[in-house]
């Protein structure tokens, strides 16, 4: 195997063993990072507000969901490639060229003139976003010691809710007065400032891989992500779950990833080195990530349809329709950073956080056409709760679990998973509660409940007013059904969750001064030491 320069570094420690305050120009690489996770969590929320009218100005109806599609694709596609980028080749160049790309996707996509340019421009956009998150939680990695960490991820888990709850209201803002070119083009001032300070006062030690970059890896894992991707994209909508289509998309996804977890075995310099595995904590936080992904947008998906469908709420405000949930999960976050920055101790959060998931997923699916706002509310912030838990606590694990030089694929790796886990939860809960809501229409409405709802499950409030009051009502119980259902099947899920908690061991975190492993204990490697000015 060709070398790699690596750079063993060590923080600066208070004679009591306490890290050093963090300097001044570190702080404002953290607000620099706090931009790029904004642009990289509001694009989507933006965009999906601004949809029907990019569709009355372009149209291609047809195509409306390839907008969401292309960007999603690319950007799982991307995310495990720049995280090998930034190991092998320095982190702040690769940063620096993912906001670029993404950049000028946003340009471009804000300059799109019909719906198929903005489809392949989104997809540029994408391929730069892969590298937004990742680069933000592997430039923490490098900069901050994992005993310091918690709490600047804290504050990213922060930026994640305020973005998931401003996003529809920043995007209606924008649309309503500027136009819906401005969706994107709101990415470039912000991407300016935070292109400008990481670029003046972010200083990290250069590297230079001798090997090259492993192409027939890069392709063979993004044949892979692509198919499955599309296959929960897809399947029950497009096309159904049986259909050739799926089936083909199932056996090319499956053969790619096979191949490519043989290949790694073989190349030179893999893009997800398999031996990061054999750690039992970076194996665990990895099927934790996936399954909060799974929980969390499942979640976010179907609340807000259950509270307009049968609680009345209005659509227009509909992020804050989440409120309790993320308002929950963001001071969960921040606690749980703080406690373990002071304490080094961490394994009860990813244990206390799946309990709370668990719960508060059972106390949703109780939820009826009875059920008050409060009352949902509140079980909405157990959820939440449950999630701050669990966040960034799944990426500090996982950072500390792997060497320096593996930081940006252990970083991309459980982003990815965590991708995935989403697209798998949307489209296992969505088919789940589809067909919940067509059983119980038609058992309620007859005939006319499976017309109305044979197009989709899930109407819009307009397509709702129209309906007779028999009908109104049949539909308002059978989308209470069918969220019973979908938040079932992810308390059930997440009873995986806490028996990965349950095995986490609680290894040293790196800066946490000179405590020891425990017997048993998986060895703690040495932590960074990074040029901050």
Same mark, same amino acid.
């Given at each position: 195997?060709?070398?790699?320069?690596?750079?063993?570094?060590?923080?600066?420690?208070?004679?009591? +063993?306490?890290?050093?305050?963090?300097?001044?120009?570190?702080?404002?690489?953290?607000?620099?990072?706090?931009?790029?996770?904004?642009?990289?969590?509001?694009?989507?929320?933006?965009?999906?507000?601004?949809?029907?009218?990019?569709?009355?100005?372009?149209?291609?109806?047809?195509?409306?969901?390839?907008?969401?599609?292309?960007?999603?694709?690319?950007?799982?596609?991307?995310?495990?490639?720049?995280?090998?980028?930034?190991?092998?080749?320095?982190?702040?160049?690769?940063?620096?060229?993912?906001?670029?790309?993404?950049?000028?996707?946003?340009?471009?996509?804000?300059?799109?003139?019909?719906?198929?340019?903005?489809?392949?421009?989104?997809?540029?956009?994408?391929? +730069?976003?892969?590298?937004?998150?990742?680069?933000?939680?592997?430039?923490?990695?490098? @900069?901050?010691?994992?005993?310091?960490?918690?709490?600047?991820?804290?504050?990213?888990?922060?930026?994640?809710?305020?973005?998931?709850?401003?996003?529809?209201?920043?995007?209606?803002?924008?649309?309503?007065?500027?136009?819906?070119?401005?969706?994107f083009y709101i990415n470039?001032?912000?991407?300016?400032?935070?292109?400008?300070?990481?670029?003046?006062?972010?200083?990290?030690?250069?590297?230079?891989?001798?090997?090259?970059?492993?192409?027939?890896?890069?392709?063979?894992?993004?044949?892979?992500?692509?198919?499955?991707?599309?296959?929960?994209?897809?399947?029950?909508?497009?096309?159904?779950?049986?259909?050739?289509?799926?089936?083909?998309?199932?056996?090319?996804?499956?053969?790619?990833?096979?191949?490519?977890?043989?290949?790694?075995?073989?190349?030179?310099?893999?893009?997800?080195?398999?031996?990061?595995?054999?750690?039992?904590?970076?194996? @665990?936080? =990895?099927?934790?990530?996936?399954?909060?992904?799974?929980?969390?947008?499942?979640?976010?998906?179907f609340l807000p349809l259950?509270?307009?469908?049968?609680?009345?709420?209005?659509?227009?405000?509909?992020? @804050?329709?989440?409120?309790?949930?993320?308002?929950?999960?963001?001071?969960?976050?921040?606690?749980?950073?703080?406690?373990?920055?002071?304490?080094?101790?961490?394994?009860?959060?990813?244990?206390?956080?799946?309990?709370?998931?668990?719960?508060?997923?059972?106390?949703? =699916?109780?939820?009826?056409?009875?059920?008050?706002?409060?009352?949902?509310?509140?079980?909405?912030?157990?959820?939440?709760?449950?999630?701050?838990?669990?966040?960034?606590?799944?990426?500090?694990?996982?950072?500390?679990?792997?060497?320096?030089?593996?930081? +940006?694929?252990?970083?991309?790796?459980?982003? @990815?998973?965590?991708?995935?886990?989403?697209?798998?939860?949307?489209?296992?809960?969505?088919?789940?509660?589809?067909?919940?809501?067509?059983?119980?229409?038609?058992?309620?409405?007859?005939?006319?409940?499976?017309?109305?709802?044979?197009?989709?499950?899930?109407?819009?409030?307009?397509?709702?007013?129209?309906?007779?009051?028999?009908?109104?009502?049949?539909?308002?119980?059978?989308?209470?059904?069918?969220?019973?259902?979908?938040?079932?099947? +992810?308390?059930?899920?997440?009873?995986?969750?806490?028996?990965?908690?349950?095995?986490?061991?609680?290894?040293?975190?790196?800066?946490?001064?000179?405590a020891a492993p425990e017997?048993?204990?998986?060895?703690?490697?040495?932590?960074?030491?990074?040029?901050?000015?």
């Amino acid at each position: 195997m060709a070398d790699t320069q690596t750079v063993e570094t060590k923080p600066d420690e208070l004679p009591d +063993g306490k890290p050093e305050k963090q300097p001044k120009s570190v702080r404002v690489v953290l607000l620099a990072l706090m931009i790029t996770m904004m642009l990289a969590m509001l694009d989507n929320m933006i965009v999906g507000t601004a949809m029907p009218t990019i569709v009355g100005d372009l149209g291609g109806l047809e195509h409306l969901s390839w907008v969401v599609t292309a960007y999603t694709l690319a950007t799982a596609a991307a995310t495990p490639v720049w995280g090998k980028l930034g190991d092998m080749f320095g982190r702040k160049t690769t940063f620096m060229t993912s906001i670029v790309i993404f950049l000028i996707g946003s340009a471009l996509s804000g300059m799109a003139q019909n719906m198929g340019e903005l489809i392949g421009f989104r997809a540029v956009q994408g391929l +730069g976003a892969g590298g937004l998150m990742v680069g933000v939680m592997a430039i923490i990695g490098d @900069l901050i010691p994992p005993r310091e960490r918690g709490k600047y991820q804290g504050m990213m888990a922060g930026v994640m809710a305020i973005a998931m709850i401003g996003g529809p209201l920043v995007g209606g803002t924008i649309t309503d007065n500027w136009g819906w070119r401005w969706a994107f083009y709101i990415n470039l001032p912000l991407g300016v400032v935070a292109l400008g300070l990481i670029s003046a006062v972010l200083h990290l030690p250069k590297k230079r891989s001798k090997a090259g970059i492993d192409y027939l890896g890069v392709v063979l894992l993004t044949v892979g992500i692509t198919s499955i991707v599309l296959v929960t994209t897809w399947g029950g909508s497009e096309y159904a779950w049986t259909s050739a289509r799926i089936m083909e998309l199932i056996g090319i996804g499956v053969a790619a990833l096979i191949g490519f977890v043989f290949w790694q075995t073989k190349a030179a310099e893999p893009v997800v080195p398999l031996h990061i595995f054999r750690s039992r904590n970076f194996t @665990l936080m =990895s099927i934790i990530g996936f399954i909060t992904g799974f929980v969390m947008f499942g979640a976010t998906l179907f609340l807000p349809l259950y509270q307009q469908s049968v609680q009345g709420a209005s659509a227009t405000n509909s992020g @804050l329709l989440l409120l309790p949930m993320l308002g929950a999960m963001l001071v969960t976050s921040m606690v749980a950073g703080r406690v373990t920055t002071n304490t080094g101790k961490y394994k009860v959060f990813p244990i206390a956080g799946s309990v709370l998931m668990i719960v508060g997923l059972y106390l949703m =699916s109780t939820m009826d056409t009875g059920t008050s706002r409060f009352m949902s509310g509140v079980f909405m912030a157990v959820v939440g709760l449950g999630m701050g838990c669990l966040m960034q606590i799944t990426m500090l694990v996982a950072q500390n679990s792997v060497e320096m030089k593996d930081m +940006g694929v252990a970083s991309s790796s459980t982003t @990815l998973f965590r991708t995935l886990g989403s697209s798998f939860g949307v489209a296992i809960m969505g088919a789940l509660f589809n067909n919940r809501v067509q059983d119980v229409m038609s058992e309620r409405a007859g005939a006319l409940g499976s017309k109305i709802t044979e197009k989709s499950a899930q109407l819009d409030a307009a397509s709702l007013a129209k309906l007779p009051a028999a009908a109104r009502e049949a539909y308002q119980h059978a989308v209470s059904a069918g969220t019973h259902s979908a938040f079932l099947l +992810g308390a059930v899920v997440a009873v995986a969750s806490l028996v990965a908690a349950v095995f986490v061991k609680e290894v040293a975190l790196r800066g946490a001064g000179p405590a020891a492993p425990e017997h048993g204990q998986e060895e703690s490697v040495p932590a960074p030491v990074v040029e901050a000015v």
